[in-house]
């Protein structure tokens, strides 16, 4: 039985998906992330065998479905947050455990049931450099530490690296599906098409981005009557 756990960041304007806007405003960043994060959490409780884990920072909401244990995040940067995530699920439950995070709503039950055949880590990299799902067959805080602790997060290249510290302290590590996360409005629409029928995809349809502002006209200045200029 693998324990699924969630990471995520509360919605609230101003805080979550802060690059969706520009063109979308931060409410509807907020309401578009609230609506990927749903999707992600209905996914997980499909597929989960035991209870969930919903690492969070901040306070949950009306998007929480029942059936999540909640444990709030650390303090510390995310490569902390992700160790402190998998120690915290340890106290709850034995065995494997697969970490993802609050923006991939097309992720299917198939992903979030994996095989560790021959595996001690899976990771399942992001099409932006970064990682979508992070698993270790025997999550133990100390070693996990080691696996994550230091590793660059938020980069181009932060896949690749945790990827490569994984082989580097010796797990015997599988790839995942590589997925597109949503943290552009590019990303959003390319997501949306993937899961026509979530939360998210729906809610999408309906909101209007914002029309870009053109940039304002220069007029030419105009002598004043009685003047003359200079050729």
Same mark, same amino acid.
């Not at 609506?35 to 929480?64: E, M």
């Given at each position: 039985?693998?324990?699924?756990? $969630?990471?995520?960041?509360?919605? $609230?304007?101003?805080?979550?998906?802060? &690059?969706?806007? !520009? #063109?979308?405003?931060?409410?509807?960043?907020?309401?578009?992330?609230?609506?990927?994060?749903?999707?992600?959490?209905?996914? $997980?409780?499909?597929?989960?065998?035991?209870?969930?884990?919903?690492?969070?920072?901040?306070?949950?909401?009306?998007?929480?479905?029942?059936?999540?244990? $909640? +444990? #709030?995040?650390?303090?510390?940067?995310?490569? +902390?947050?992700?160790?402190?995530?998998?120690?915290?699920?340890?106290?709850?439950?034995?065995?494997?455990?697969?970490? +993802?995070?609050?923006?991939?709503?097309?992720?299917?039950?198939?992903?979030?049931?994996?095989?560790?055949?021959?595996?001690?880590?899976?990771?399942?990299?992001?099409?932006?450099?970064?990682f979508w799902a992070l698993g270790f067959r025997a999550p133990d805080p100390d070693l996990i530490l080691r696996a994550v602790g230091g590793?660059?997060?938020? &980069?181009?290249?932060?896949?690749?690296?945790?990827?490569? &510290?994984? @082989?580097?302290?010796?797990?015997?590590?599988?790839?995942? !599906?590589?997925? &597109?996360?949503?943290?552009?409005?590019?990303?959003?629409?390319?997501?949306?098409?993937?899961?026509?029928?979530? @939360?998210?995809?729906?809610?999408?349809?309906?909101?209007?981005?914002?029309?870009?502002? #053109?940039?304002? @006209?220069?007029?030419?200045?105009?002598?004043?009557?009685?003047?003359?200029?200079? @050729?």
């Open positions: 039985m693998t324990t699924l756990i $969630v990471i995520a960041k509360a919605p $609230v304007p101003g805080r979550a998906k802060t &690059r969706l806007s !520009p #063109p979308f405003s931060a409410a509807e960043s907020a309401a578009l992330a609230e609506a990927a994060l749903a999707d992600t959490l209905h996914n $997980v409780l499909a597929a989960a065998s035991g209870r969930p884990i919903l690492a969070l920072d901040g306070t949950p909401g009306g998007w929480l479905p029942p059936g999540f244990a $909640v +444990i #709030p995040q650390v303090q510390g940067g995310l490569d +902390i947050r992700i160790a402190a995530a998998f120690a915290a699920a340890a106290q709850h439950a034995r065995g494997p455990a697969l970490l +993802i995070g609050m923006d991939t709503p097309q992720v299917g039950r198939k992903l979030l049931r994996p095989c560790w055949q021959g595996a001690d880590a899976l990771i399942g990299l992001a099409s932006d450099g970064g590793v660059r997060m938020s &980069r181009s290249d932060t896949g690749l690296a945790q990827l490569a &510290r994984l @082989r580097s302290i010796g797990m015997r590590t599988t790839l995942l !599906p590589i997925l &597109r996360d949503v943290d552009t409005a590019a990303d959003a629409y390319a997501v949306a098409r993937l899961c026509p029928r979530s @939360r998210f995809a729906k809610l999408l349809r309906t909101t209007a981005p914002r029309p870009r502002r #053109p940039p304002p @006209r220069r007029v030419a200045s105009q002598p004043a009557p009685g003047t003359a200029t200079l @050729r």
